[in-house]
């Protein structure tokens, strides 16, 4: 017999859902076997990783020259990046977006957006390095597809979310298809574009420090240099520049959202 609060849960018994967890948890338990992960190792993990950060303390800045010209560096290829990435972003949003653009356009575009999402940072800055050699250029050409991918998506998404009142009051009035844009559709989606832009930005800014370690241009070419060298202090010190610098692009996106949002 069921009681009143068994009919209110939303979550109803079935046969089928706990078979389901079951199966999960027995798949959890069979990879983590099929992986060689054991307590043993986990705990000797943590004595390691102890003694690792032991050797990272106190962090070098001696060579803190270096280490303000890769963090230019970074900089300058997250925000080249951005700049491209971001506007190319633009356009192909809006062709990805169903409400506004024919299928034939919409197929194109939405197959440019899932190719750029396609891949890990790694993978797309491992291929531009083979296309283009070391150094910042294929960096930034790795960010500009990445920004291309998440920024297009969301953009199209938020497009197709817009009322189409304006827009169809705009095209029975005669506007041009471009003033439609302006007029009709941006100012509905402006504010959002905005917060994906300044966290696209943030988010080149972090992957501009992990594509160097394939030679991709910025700070993560010296993080691994220092790594394969057992240099940790000065390790250390890369790592608290990044943090520190993530924290002041952080201040910084909310600082360029509340001028817009004001």
């Known amino acids: 017999m069921t009681t009143d609060a068994q009919r209110k849960s939303p979550f109803k018994p079935s046969i089928v859902a706990r078979l389901g967890w079951l199966l999960i948890a027995c798949y959890v338990f069979y990879a983590l076997n099929a992986l060689d992960f054991t307590w043993v190792r986990f705990i000797d993990g943590l004595g390691n990783g102890a003694k690792f950060l032991g050797e990272m303390i106190p962090p070098n800045f001696a060579r803190w020259k270096l280490l303000v010209e890769n963090l230019i560096e970074t900089i300058e ?16 949003g809006m062709c ?6 024919p299928d034939w356009i919409t197929w194109v575009a939405r197959t440019i957006i899932a190719i750029c999402r396609s891949f890990h940072p790694v993978i797309f800055a491992i291929l531009f390095v083979k296309a283009v050699g070391f150094g910042p250029l294929a960096g930034i050409l790795t960010l500009i597809f990445l920004s291309i991918g998440f920024i297009g998506k969301l953009f199209a998404e938020a497009i197709e979310e817009i009322s189409l009142k304006p827009v169809e009051a705009m095209k029975a009035a005669g506007a041009p298809f471009m003033s439609v844009l302006i007029f009709a559709v ?12 300044t966290y696209q930005f943030d ?5 501009s420090t992990m594509v160097g370690i394939v030679g991709a241009g910025g700070i993560g070419g010296t993080l691994f240099a220092a790594f394969q060298r057992f240099d940790y202090d000065f390790l250390a010190a890369i790592l608290l520049s990044i943090i520190a610098l993530i924290m002041l692009s952080e201040l910084l996106s909310v600082k360029i959202k509340a001028i817009f949002n004001d």
């Open 77 to 92: 290829i997250a925000v080249i990046a951005s700049a491209f990435g971001i506007g190319l972003s633009l356009p192909i």
């Open 96 to 101: 990805a977006a169903r409400n506004l653009m």
């Open 186 to 197: 941006l100012p509905q989606v402006f504010n959002r574009f905005i917060g994906f832009a």
């Open 203 to 207: 988010a080149n800014l972090r992957n």
